[in-house]
């Protein structure tokens, strides 16, 4: 998943490069690149987060002594 991130930021980092204008640059690199992969990425990380997180196992009760 990161490495599709990374190469979807790739692209709208280049078409932002070569856009026409610098206001234009900046609306490309935000409109295409930033809120939708930070869209994409929060609604694929609820998965991880709803998932229950595993309990350290219960320590050993000491062993009783009869005296």
Known sequence: MWI?????MYVVTL????APSVV??????FGFGMLPLSLVLYIA???????PR???PAP????????
Do not use: C, E
């Open 4 to 8: 599709v991130a990374i190469g979807w």
């Open 15 to 18: 078409m932002a490069a070569t």
């Open 24 to 29: 234009g640059g900046i609306m490309t690199f």
């Open 45 to 51: 990380g609820v998965r991880f987060r709803r998932r």
């Open 54 to 56: 595993p309990q350290p």
């Open 60 to 67: 050993m009760p000491a062993p009783a002594d009869d005296d």
